[in-house]
């Protein structure tokens, strides 16, 4: 993995660990945000391989791909709550959906490698 981006660690100086650690549960504002005022990344043309797998395992689970979303961040071994940040009401039934499905690793490190990051 010498050489990628991944490699650098973006959590804010080691929080993410140490809540993990810690047994802090941690929450996760406006996950679906792609930018400040730039609209949600579930369903945009500007992520096509992340929307492909969203759309994949919304099938599998029978959920819309905000519920994927809300799925793949409740199962990060950190424990997060997902706070989704929207007005949209059709948006938090979705987000909602996402709470009773648990994806396997493999569906993780998938959706991970969709977004564009590597993994080891």
């Known amino acids: 993995m010498t050489g990628f981006d991944d490699l650098i660690t973006r ?21 679906f945000q792609k930018a400040f005022q730039d609209g949600v990344f579930p369903g945009s043309p500007d992520y096509p391989v992340l929307n492909a797998e969203l759309d994949r395992l919304g099938g599998k689970y029978q959920v819309t791909p905000t519920a ?18 929207t007005t949209k009401s059709q948006r938090i039934v979705d987000a909602s959906a996402g709470s009773d499905i648990l994806l396997t690793r493999s569906e993780c490190y998938g959706l991970i490698q969709a977004a564009g990051h590597n993994v080891p």
Not at 11 to 31: C, E, F, H, K, N
Not at 68 to 85: D, K, L, N, S, W
């Open 68 to 85: 994927i979303a809300v799925a793949r961040t409740t199962r990060h071994p950190a424990v997060m709550q997902v706070v989704p940040g």
């Open 11 to 31: 959590d804010g100086g080691g929080l993410v660990d140490y809540a993990r650690i810690s047994g802090i549960t941690l929450q996760a504002w406006s996950p």
